[in-house]
């Protein structure tokens, strides 16, 4: 009696180790579902992060350009400005010397008509006072 006594328990304690090598076979692969769950998880979690950053550095980038580009825009808007005006200053300064010089040319011109046409006068009295002496 002793013995089967000893016989069932040694077939309990090998059939509670079967189960319990089965619930640890069972527990390691739920364990490693679940850890494959979570990796994939934490993958795609990953990804979307990494993806959210590119985009937020991409729309970053974007408004750093566009900034960048109206900044650029208002520099050249200026600076056709400032041209603008150099030339109209410029062109004002050309017509004044312009002006200048024309008005000196035709002052020179009216003395030296002048003066030829007092030398015609001083001809012509010379002239007349010669031909009084002749008649």
């Known amino acids: 009696h002793e013995r ?9 304690m090998t059939q509670h180790e079967e189960e319990m090598e089965k619930l640890r076979a069972e527990l390691n692969k739920e364990q490693q579902h679940l850890l494959d769950e979570l990796r994939q998880q934490m993958a795609a979690t990953h990804k979307a992060e990494i993806e959210q950053a590119q985009l937020q550095s991409q729309t970053l980038h974007n408004l750093e350009l566009e900034a960048l ?3 650029l825009n208002n520099m050249h808007t200026s600076q056709l400005e400032l ?15 312009l002006r200048e010089m024309l008005n000196d ?3 020179q011109e009216v003395a030296i008509l002048q003066s ?10 010379e002239q007349c006072l010669k031909e009084k002496e002749h008649l």
């Open 69 to 71: 580009r109206l900044s």
């Open 83 to 97: 041209t603008q005006s150099n030339l109209r200053k410029e062109k004002e300064i050309a017509l004044v010397e």
């Open 116 to 125: 030829r046409h007092q030398l015609e006068c001083e001809k012509i009295k």
């Open 105 to 107: 040319k035709r002052a």
């Open 4 to 12: 089967e006594h000893v016989r069932e328990i040694s077939e309990l």
